[in-house]
C-alpha cells in the first residue's frame, strides 16, 4: 500500500463482518468493494490465528494490509500465509513446561490436545481445527481445577509475564496485548486522519473505545453489550441489522457522512 490512507477500518470476525451461522461476508462486498474506491484500508481484527484470518484475508482481497490474530496478541504482516516467528509461543510453552506437574495437568491446552479434540470443543471441522491449532502468540485451553488451584497457577504465569483471560470455554494464556494495543500501534504506523472499528463482543469493547468511531454491530445469538461511554457522545454507535448486513449499511453510510470527507480535520 502506497501513500498514508485517510481512513483504516479494523474489523472484528465472528459475528460482526462474518455472520454467526454462515460465516459469510457476502452481504458486506457493496461496503468493502466502496472502501476499497476510496483507498480506506481495512484490517482484521479476530481472535482466530494467523492461517485462519489469512484465507479470509485473501478472499476479501485485502493481503496489501495487515491483520490482527489471536485477539490482539499478534499482527498478521502483509502478503504472509502465517507468522514466522513463533518465538513468543515457545516461550510461553516453555513457561507452562516449567510448572509443577500437580498444577500444569488441570490445563490442556491446544498444543496439549490433539487437532480432533480442539475441532471437538470448538465446533470447528479437523482441517480449521488443525489451522487454529498454529498458533505464534497466544494459548487457549481448558482448566478443570479449583480456583485456589487456578489463582496459584496464574499467579506463577504472570511471574513469568503472561496473562490469562477467562472466556465463556477458554482460559488464554497470553503476553498481554489486546486488539486495542495492536489498533494504537498500527495507526500510529499508517497515520490514518481517522480509525473506526467494529465489534460486537466484549472482546472488541477496547478496540471499539480505542477507534475514533466505534461501531457495535448487533449480534441477536449473544448478550447485548452494555451501554459504552462513547455512545452518548455519537463517538460509538449501533448497527442496526446483524452481521455483514449491519457492517454494510453501516460503512455505507459512514462514507457518505462528514467523517470519511477529505476536509475532515482529526
Ligand atoms: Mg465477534
Request: with cysteine.
Amino acid at each position: 500500500m502506497s501513500g498514508k490512507p485517510h481512513t483504516l477500518v479494523f474489523s472484528d470476525l465472528d459475528g460482526t463482518l462474518l455472520d454467526h451461522q454462515s460465516y459469510e461476508w457476502y452481504a458486506a462486498a457493496p461496503a468493502i468493494d466502496a472502501l476499497k474506491s476510496i483507498n480506506a484500508g481495512l484490517i482484521l481484527a479476530s481472535s482466530k490465528t494467523a492461517p485462519e484470518v489469512a484465507t479470509v484475508r485473501a478472499e476479501l482481497k485485502i493481503e496489501h494490509w495487515p491483520a490482527i490474530v489471536e485477539n490482539g496478541a499478534g499482527v498478521l504482516a502483509s502478503h504472509s500465509d502465517d507468522c514466522k516467528e513463533v518465538s513468543q509461543y515457545r516461550s510461553l510453552l516453555s513457561s507452562l513446561q516449567k510448572i509443577s506437574p500437580s498444577l500444569r495437568r488441570h490445563f490442556t491446552g491446544f498444543d496439549d490436545m490433539p487437532v480432533k479434540k480442539v475441532a471437538d470443543i470448538t465446533d470447528l471441522s479437523v482441517k480449521n481445527a488443525a489451522l487454529a491449532k498454529q498458533r505464534a502468540f497466544s494459548e487457549p485451553g481448558i482448566w478443570t481445577g479449583n480456583n485456589a488451584e487456578k489463582e496459584i497457577f496464574l499467579k506463577l504465569l504472570r511471574e513469568e509475564g503472561i496473562h490469562a483471560q477467562q472466556g465463556g470455554r477458554f482460559l488464554t494464556l497470553s503476553y498481554g496485548a489486546n486488539k486495542a494495543d495492536q489498533l494504537l500501534m498500527l495507526a500510529k504506523q499508517f497515520e490514518p486522519c481517522r480509525t473506526i472499528a467494529l465489534g460486537d463482543a466484549p472482546n472488541d469493547i477496547a478496540m471499539l473505545e480505542a477507534a475514533d468511531i466505534g461501531v457495535i454491530v448487533a449480534n441477536p445469538d449473544a448478550p447485548p453489550l452494555p451501554m459504552l461511554d462513547g455512545e452518548a457522545e455519537g463517538r460509538i454507535i449501533r448497527t442496526k441489522d446483524a452481521g455483514p448486513n449491519g457492517w454494510n449499511a453501516t460503512i455505507l453510510d459512514l462514507i457518505a457522512n462528514p467523517p470519511f470527507n477529505e476536509n475532515t480535520i482529526h
